[in-house]
Nanobody, 123 residues
């Protein structure tokens, strides 16, 4: 099972940009679909963005579409989430997740998870 470690979270202000990182262990990173999810206090974990392991296609939640970019560097076993114009509702713990090849927007379909990184957006 792949190991995932997130970084890059912190306290930012409304309108700022931030970049999250997720580094994966293991030799099969290039074939993994990688997803970012987030969970706010008292709420369920929700899909944010994902990139396919088959063709590199990207997918976004409507709430972040147009101001976020997910990308991957297979040589570095790393996936990134760039978020611009952040809002207080972006606050939460951001998790990186992995599954074979194809993107799925449901957290239950991802067998591998990182420990999460906290993002707090102040108004």
């Amino acid at each position: 099972q792949v190991q995932l470690v997130e970084s890059g979270g912190g306290l930012v202000q409304t309108g700022d940009s931030l970049r999250l990182f997720c580094r994966a262990s293991g030799p099969i990173f290039s074939s993994l679909a990688m997803g970012w999810f987030r969970q706010a206090p008292g709420k369920e974990r929700e899909f944010v963005a994902a990139v396919s392991g088959s063709d590199g296609s990207t997918y976004y939640a409507d709430s972040v579409k147009g101001r976020s970019t997910i990308s991957r560097d297979n040589a570095k076993n790393t996936v990134y989430l760039q978020m611009n114009m952040v809002k207080p509702e972006d606050t939460g713990v951001y998790y990186c997740a992995a599954r074979n090849l194809y993107v799925n927007m449901q957290p239950a379909h991802y067998p591998s998870w990182g420990q999460g990184t906290q993002v707090t957006v102040s108004s």
